[in-house]
């Protein structure tokens, strides 16, 4: 069928920790592995963490995998930048992942595509499940916090998986009781999440880092169609760690969290109530409502 990192008291916000034990890469019972459906029981962490593997997170919601299309053309061109091929038409990747939901029984969920290149065997693609970390609602009233941390993405628009760095930042913000990580740069400069990009406002103002120093999100790109189309004055520009004390508010972008209130970084505090800032969450949870109706497929943020 398939073919350092500063510390600050934690925030009253953040009720919960997110990453509390070592998690299972593979969940539930059925994954695909170069196009055939496997148990999960035979799934080995090395087919990812041995050689080099490109992948890609998608979600599904009522079992449609939300911008399927955005995602698969972002997987196609990171490894592309990696110099190296996929060996499944886009339509057929499409076809592959749209089974799992049913094969599973799970409606709702994180995807995770690996294309994994490794000399010492044959190339591997994979499939399947992963855990997932959506904020509840109190987060999205109250917002979250993150902590600044030293880590520079030499070549950030290709997803690379880096399973010893994926550790490194989990423990911190187990240790640190956050929902997330700023990531900077050694001149300084805030680049984007470890797992998220991230938006902040000034006045009327949206800023967001330039495209070049981040990882292009499919959330993002929406973000930025939907400030377009709403006439929200928006700038990608370089934003360095001595600005954050100037800004409103911050929100970051992704797969899982959607579009997210950051109530405070380090030691800054922002609106999480702050007008633009509600008006992009609500316009943004519309735009999905739209995509499911339309097959979970790309769709125009002003139709």
Request: proline share 5%; charged share 25%; with cysteine.
């Amino acid at each position: 069928m398939v073919a350092h990192q500063p510390r600050t008291k934690n925030d009253e916000t953040v009720t919960i920790p997110i990453f509390k034990v070592p998690m299972k890469e593979c969940l539930h019972r059925k994954f695909i592995l170069d196009g055939e459906i496997v148990d999960c029981e035979r799934f080995n962490p090395s087919l990812i963490n041995k050689g080099t593997s490109i992948y890609e997170v998608v979600r599904t919601i009522n079992g449609k995998v939300l911008f399927a299309r955005d995602h698969l053309l972002r997987l196609e061109q990171s490894a592309r930048l990696a110099g190296q091929d996929i060996w499944h038409t886009l339509d057929s990747l499409q076809v592959m992942i749209s089974h799992l939901p049913a094969l599973n029984g799970i409606m709702d969920g994180n995807i995770k595509l690996v294309y994994n290149y490794n000399p010492d065997r044959h190339n591997t693609f994979l499939a399947y499940f992963v855990t997932h970390h959506y904020p509840d609602n109190e987060q999205y009233k109250k917002g979250v916090s993150l902590h600044t941390y030293c880590f520079t993405r030499t070549d950030p628009h290709k997803k690379v998986w880096r399973p010893e760095h994926r550790a490194l930042v989990r423990k911190y913000i187990t240790e640190h009781n956050l929902y997330e990580v700023l990531l900077t740069d050694e001149l300084n400069r805030v680049t984007e999440a470890s797992k998220a990009n991230i938006f902040f406002i000034s006045g009327d103002e949206v800023l967001t880092p330039p495209l070049e120093l981040v990882l292009p999100g499919i959330t993002r790109k929406y973000i930025l169609e939907i400030c377009n189309n709403l006439g929200i004055p928006l700038k990608e520009e370089v934003i360095y760690l001595d600005q954050l004390t100037s800004f409103d508010a911050a929100f970051i972008t992704g797969t899982s969290p959607k579009v997210l209130p950051v109530a405070r970084l380090n030691d800054c505090s922002f609106n999480v109530n702050q007008r633009i800032l509600r008006r992009l969450m609500n316009e943004y949870d519309m735009l999905i409502e739209r995509a499911l109706k339309s097959h979970g497929g790309s769709v125009r943020t002003g139709s």
